[in-house]
């Protein structure tokens, strides 16, 4: 692996960012497509930088006649956005790598743990519904011409700067204050959460690899929390305690359509992963990091500039009216 060729279209998001330290530390020969627009999470200094817009199909073509080993593309989201990618690529790159997401599967998940073989239907996120029409394109560009793509599906993956709760810093704000906060359904389903940098873990090995090309693999942690542990773990880090009330995704969502649509189209419903196939290539892949000491860098981070714990008003007003109705 050491010497590839990698170009990352984008590399500076929660997941990405990990994985470009983790690349080069591999001996990547990595390339970084962005728009230089963030420096919350910097590029490791042994990346080089292509500063352009890759909706931009000259830039894309450009970039593209460069021939990479792989291409790991973090910024589609679209059937659109990777038709184009995968166009201009064509005859250009060895291995092309798409970022989906784990909310893809069929949700409510029919049975439990998920793996890559579980239907993808989800009525309720359009997110999640572009990210399955931009696997059926890919699946049929392998199918039709051969075209070398590997599909990753991360579930709820976070790094220091990322609350995994609706509304950010809110709910950690609202606990150091001693207000309740709100906590979907019965706070009793089950829940994955990964650590950006136990996501590289499992990705990296996987670039260049040829027993991934056609194929799909999930890369998860196998931490597994229920909701009412996320939040007391969250407010134990914090110095505090969590008074949660119990409010069901439906009631949220009638009172906060994007928060609720993020709960029934993800979050509401019980997510456990098996990691055997990513294992069958990756021998020695396990996440290492477990919420406790992932939670203990989101404090810290926050804390270090106060300035970063913003309160999302919408949510906080949000929480206020629901907590008004349903609490005992």
Same mark, same amino acid.
């Given at each position: 692996m050491s010497g590839l060729r990698v170009l990352f279209l984008g590399g500076t998001g929660i997941i990405s960012s990990a994985c470009t330290r983790r690349a080069v530390e591999a001996?990547?020969?990595?390339? /970084? $497509?962005?728009?230089?627009?963030?420096? @919350? +999470?910097?590029?490791?200094?042994?990346?080089?930088?292509?500063?352009? !817009?890759?909706?931009?199909?000259?830039?894309?073509?450009?970039i593209a006649?460069?021939?990479?080993? /792989? $291409?790991?593309?973090?910024?589609?989201? @679209? +059937?659109?956005q990777v038709r184009a990618?995968?166009?201009?690529?064509? !005859?250009?790159?060895?291995?092309?790598?798409?970022?989906?997401?784990?909310?893809?599967?069929?949700?409510p998940p029919a049975r439990l743990p998920i793996t890559e073989s579980t239907p993808l239907r989800n009525p309720h996120?359009?997110?999640?519904?572009?990210?399955?029409?931009?696997?059926?394109?890919?699946?049929?560009?392998y199918r039709d011409e051969n075209y070398p793509v590997t599909v990753i599906r991360p579930s709820h993956t976070y790094?220091?700067?990322?609350?995994?709760?609706?509304?950010?810093?809110t709910i950690v704000e609202r606990m150091r204050q001693g207000k309740p906060v709100v906590v979907h359904g019965d706070g009793t389903s089950l829940w994955t959460l990964t650590h950006h940098r136990d996501f590289a873990r499992g990705l990296v090995p996987l670039l260049g690899h040829p027993r991934t090309l056609g194929d799909t693999f999930q890369i998860t942690s196998d931490d597994v929390l229920t909701w009412d542990q996320i939040a007391h773990t969250l407010a134990a880090a914090a110095g505090t305690t969590a008074q949660i009330v119990h409010v069901p995704s439906e009631?949220?969502?009638?009172?906060?359509q994007n928060w609720g649509d993020g709960l029934l189209g993800d979050k509401t419903h019980s997510a456990v992963f098996d990691n055997s196939k990513l294992r069958s290539v990756v021998p020695d892949y396990v996440a290492i990091i477990p919420f406790e000491a992932g939670a203990r860098e989101i404090v810290a981070w926050y804390d270090e500039d106060p300035t970063r714990g913003q309160v999302d008003r919408a949510i906080d007003e949000a929480m206020d009216t629901l907590i008004a109705r349903y609490a005992l």
């Open positions: 001996g990547l020969d990595l390339t /970084v $497509v962005n728009r230089g627009k963030t420096s @919350t +999470r910097p590029l490791p200094p042994e990346a080089k930088v292509i500063s352009a !817009d890759v909706s931009d199909p000259a830039s894309l073509n450009a006649a460069q021939n990479f080993d /792989v $291409v790991v593309d973090w910024i589609a989201f @679209t +059937r659109d990618r995968t166009d201009a690529l064509r !005859d250009h790159v060895g291995q092309y790598v798409f970022i989906s997401s784990a909310s893809a599967y069929q949700t996120w359009q997110y999640s519904r572009n990210k399955i029409a931009c696997e059926d394109l890919l699946t049929a560009l790094d220091r700067t990322l609350v995994p709760f609706d509304g950010g810093w009631a949220i969502a009638a009172v906060h």
